[in-house]
């Protein structure tokens, strides 16, 4: 309940043209614990590279402790405490042996607004906020960055979105005003939804466009489609052969480079 946070504002139309897709091959394996203790081990081949990296989450009363460790020996550490306050979780990560990357996130919500924030825990500290206010059906929303050690805005958008049980549309000011997106969502029926993205840059009058659909064949099979202006089609098949265990298909034609092969991929997510 209560307004879209800032950065979930077009969450929908993304989900449909970019979530999912993957153009490498993938492995994911999850196991979960009733205990509160779980791991989950992530491998990507990329360019004939394995990289991957194992991490495990433990869970006791409101407090979550994540801890990831990459294929380079870096270790990134996240304390999160919900609900310290009413309506309020923080979080502190960490990354090891970068003495510099501690960072302090808050995070606020109730039924007219959602804010979030964050500060870099060192002496010139980068910081972060964004808030929405608003309703479920319609939120207005906006971010900005300020880089303490330059005392200058890094980054500063905004955005509107209208939610209704059936359609979401979005519009969206990004890259300090030089960047329009107006992203559009709809479910056809129960088992079928769309969804556009459009995205103009005012600086080269440039205009950029993606569509896409979502289709649930049965219960444990989904496909999407997209094509963008750029000549690119994109197809994916999704199935869930056993409870939250997936396999997923990915490909890609560009139809402007028939010179060039078309990109496949491939995710497996287990879980035990």
């Known amino acids: 309940m209560g307004p879209t946070s800032f950065p979930d504002i077009g969450k929908k139309t993304r989900d449909i043209l970019m979530k999912d897709y993957n153009f490498d091959h993938k492995l994911t394996l999850l196991v979960p614990s009733a205990t509160g203790m779980g791991l989950t081990a992530t491998g990507v081949k990329k360019d004939q590279v394995f990289i991957g990296d194992i991490s495990t989450q433990y869970r006791r ?4 402790v ?3 460790v990459d294929s380079y020996s870096n270790v990134a550490t996240k304390v999160t405490f919900d609900e310290t306050l009413p309506g309020v979780k923080t979080a502190l990560t960490f990354n090891i042996p970068d003495q510099k990357s501690g960072k302090l996130d808050v995070h606020y919500r109730n039924y007219h607004a959602a804010v979030n ?3 870099g825990l060192n002496p010139t500290p980068a910081l972060d906020f964004n808030a929405a206010i608003g309703n479920e059906n319609i939120s207005l929303g906006g971010e900005m960055a300020f880089d303490t050690a330059s005392a200058s805005l890094t980054k500063y958008n905004a955005g509107v979105t209208i939610n209704k049980p059936d359609f979401s549309a979005a519009l969206i000011l990004m890259d300090k005003g030089q960047t329009l997106n107006i992203s559009y969502f709809h479910i056809v029926n129960p088992s079928t939804a769309v969804a556009a993205e459009m995205i103009h840059r005012f600086s080269s009058y440039e205009n950029r466009f993606t569509i896409g659909s979502s289709h649930v064949v049965d219960p444990t099979t989904s496909v999407k489609t997209r094509l963008s202006d750029n000549g690119k089609v994109g197809m994916l098949c999704q199935r869930e052969w056993r409870p939250k265990s ?3 298909f990915s490909a890609e034609y ?3 480079a028939t010179n060039t092969a078309s990109k496949f991929g491939i995710a497996l997510a287990l879980k035990p």
Do not use: A, E, M
């Open 61 to 64: 009363g409101n407090t979550t």
């Open 66 to 68: 994540d801890v990831k």
């Open 117 to 119: 924030s964050s500060i």
């Open 246 to 248: 997936l396999v997923t």
């Open 254 to 256: 560009d139809t402007k």
